[in-house]
Every structure is written in C-alpha cells, then in structure tokens.
C-alpha cells in the first residue's frame, strides 16, 4: 500500500507574533530598541559601573589646576589620594558584624540567657550591620548623595569587590565643582527615566480607565465625561504645574510633606501624570465605543458578566497594541517635560541629578570668556538619544499593529 501523502499544516499567527515580525524588518525600529535596552540597563547597573560618586567635589584636590576639566583629562588613570581608602574600613566593620553574629548565636543557645540579654545582642548585630552599610555607601553620603536603596548598596558592595578602588575619571570632563560629569550622567539617567515612566504609568492608569468607562458607558455619561476633557484642555497646564510646584517647594509645606515621607519628584510623578492622560482618554474612549457592540461583548453580556469586568477583562485588553503604541510616545513627552522644569530649577532637586539639571548646570558656566562645551553637549546627547529611540521606536509599533500595513 501506498502511503497517503501528508497535508502540510498550518499554525495560526496572533496579533502580537504578527506584529514583532513586522517590527523587525524595520532597522530604525530595531536600532532604537536596542538603544533604549542599553540605556535602561547602563541606567539600573549604574551602582555597579567604576564611576566616581555623582556629588564628590574634588575642587580642594585641583587647586593647582583647573577645577572645570575637558573631556578624557587623565580618563583611565587613578590616583590614590583622590578619596579615602576603603578596603580597611569595610573589612573591619564586616569583622565587627561577624563577631556580633557569634555573640548572638552564642546567645541564643545559651540556657541561662534572659531575654533582654538576647534583645542587647540582637541590638548590636544591627547596629553593627548599619556600620558596615554606612561604610560601604560612605563616598556618595560624604558627598551628600541620597541614601541608597537595599539593592543599590548590594550593587555597591560587588563594584568596590570587583574593581577595588579603581575608577573611570572624567571621561566626560568634570563640572564647575569637579564633579565627574559622566557619573552624573549615568546617575541621571536612572532619575530620569524613572520619572518618565512611573508619570506616563500614572497618566496611563488614568487615561485608559477614563476613556473605557465613558466610551462603554455612552449616552449622556459619555458627552459629560468627554466635555469635562475639553473643558481641561483648555487649561494652560504648564503654568499650572509650575504654579503647583511652586507652592509645594515653599519651605512650610516642603517640611510638612517630608514628614509623610513626599518629596517634590513624588509629586511630579503624580502631577504630570494628571496631564498627559487627556489624550490617552480620548483615544481609548474611541476604540471602546468601536467594539462595544462586537459579538464577544454581547456573549458576555449574555452570560450575565458585570459591566466592570466587561470593560476591564474583554474591551482593555483588546486595546494594548494602540496603549503600547501611545505609552511609548508618552514617555519623550514626559522626559522632556521633567528636564524642562528641571532646567528652570523647579524639577529634581540637588543632591539627585537628572539631565535637564545638567543642562541647567552646564548653562550657568557659559560664558562669552569661555564655552565650557561639553557641559552641554553630553547631557543633551543623553536627552537627545534616548528621546529620538522612543519616538522611532513608537512609529515603528504602530505601523506594525496596524492591519492596513500587513504584508508591507
């Protein structure tokens, strides 16, 4: 017998396979996400980089010399005098840590050991702990950067393990106080970017559930809704959110905010991101009223679903592609926005850093004199880079989510 010849089989393509297809065969598209993988991953490994501490003035150690450096001024050369040995000081108080250790273990197997003994032990080995992260974050808190968080100080720890005390030097030249510009660079990569994308997060979460309930809802809720997003269009936001700012950086209300643990990049998070979600309504609102009437929806409505879960559970979903698509033109916007107000001395706060205060800072020391160049350039090389990827790579997605450019 003959065998019967088998059918070639076909394996079904989604939306999104289909749509990262697509988007590969765009190079611009392809070349800004690697770009932006690289900047995020430069940004959060920045602990870990050999880059001096963003805030170490090294003007008393150039008073010989000139204290605003060029760029690649003795780059990869170290001298030891140019800031405290570390080595000894962390290896002792890690040895304090284990000795505390051992009394506690010690301690605790005791049998005639009170508790309030076991709790003075327990005290120590904290306090010791505390010794040994104050040692290691010591060149950034001298220098009077904020405190680390737990997995900056662990990144720390590995850096000073790996490259001692060896470190890239002015690279990117220094600053008016001697301050690496690159290590600042880096460090304000990290606030940048989390401010651009924890405010886009904020408008996003606004935007979306604004738009879907009022385009699922209809009839006068949805004319309500949509006038009340006019009406905040028409409000000059930018001089609101600076007035805002403004009113918040007052010293009474800055301390009273500090005690609730809310700084202004807090609130700045908070109040761009009740900017930019006007849009983002909109287009939501509009592609829910296009499919609150398919057939899924009525299936749904059939079985008894409630109206939220209709909403958030079938219709948001089916709209990622186009949030995707908005949420990566939102982010430049966002960055902008910051370094804008940054600029104008009203965004990040010293001693964080951010690229739009380095641009503000490198402004301060131009002069008809001298043209300290590179104080401007690389920070807006940063700003620049990272913004032309996002919108490249925004176009790109949205040609590749985009039924009418299949097979293009």
Same mark, same amino acid.
């Given at each position: ?15 999104? @396979? ?25 940004? *959060? ?36 005098? @140019?800031?405290?040995? =570390? ?47 104050? $040692?290691? $974050? ?47 660079? *880096? ?79 807090? &609130? ?18 509009? @592609? ?23 909403? *958030?559970?079938? =219709? ?23 370094? *804008? ?24 020391? &131009? ?42």
């Amino acid at each position: 017998m003959t065998p019967t010849p088998t059918q070639p089989t076909e394996t079904g393509v989604s939306l999104t @396979q289909d749509a990262w297809r697509r988007l590969k065969k765009s190079w611009a598209a392809m070349a800004s996400l690697g770009t932006l993988v690289a900047v995020v991953l430069l940004a *959060f490994f920045t602990p870990l980089l050999p880059l001096a501490p963003p805030d170490r003035d090294e003007t008393p150690l150039m008073l010989t010399g000139p204290v605003v450096w060029p760029p690649l001024v003795e780059a990869f050369k170290f001298d030891a005098a @140019q800031i405290e040995t =570390l080595a000894e000081p962390i290896a002792e108080a890690r040895s304090k840590l284990r000795e505390a250790l051992g009394e506690y273990a010690a301690t605790r197997r005791s049998s005639d050991a009170t508790e309030e003994a076991i709790e003075e032990k327990a005290r120590q080995v904290l306090l010791a702990r505390a010794a040994v992260d104050s $040692q290691v $974050q010591r060149p950034y808190a001298s220098a009077g950067f904020p405190k680390l968080g737990p997995l900056a100080r662990l990144m720390v720890r590995a850096r000073y393990a790996i490259f001692g005390e060896w470190e890239l030097n002015s690279v990117c030249g220094r600053d008016k106080l001697g301050r690496d510009l690159l290590s600042r660079i *880096f460090w304000g990569a990290r606030v940048s970017l989390i401010v651009g994308f924890v405010a886009t997060l904020v408008s996003l979460v606004i935007g979306v559930t604004y738009g879907a309930v009022s385009g699922y809802a209809g009839g006068w809720v949805d004319d309500l809704m949509m006038r009340i997003v006019d009406v905040l269009y028409s409000i000059p936001f930018v001089f609101l959110v600076i007035f805002i700012i403004s009113i918040l950086s007052e010293e009474s209300v800055k301390e009273r905010l500090a005690g609730y643990g809310i700084d202004r990049i807090t &609130i700045f998070y908070f109040v761009v991101g009740a900017i930019y979600w006007l849009t983002m309504a909109r287009v939501v609102r509009g @592609q829910v009223v296009s499919l609150r009437n398919e057939q899924y929806v009525e299936a749904a409505r059939s079985l008894g679903v409630s109206q939220t879960a209709i909403v *958030f559970r079938h =219709l948001v979903p089916n709209l990622l592609s186009i949030v995707l698509v908005y949420l990566t033109l939102t982010i430049p916007r966002v960055i902008l926005f910051e370094a *804008f107000l940054s600029f104008l001395g009203l965004g990040v706060e010293p001693p964080d850093v951010s690229w739009g205060l380095l641009a503000n800072e490198g402004i301060q020391v &131009i002069t008809p004199v001298k043209i300290y160049w590179w104080l401007i350039v690389f920070p807006s090389v940063a700003i620049g880079a990272t913004l032309f990827a996002l919108n490249f790579l925004g176009d790109g997605l949205r040609d590749a989510f985009d039924p009418r450019m299949k097979g293009r």
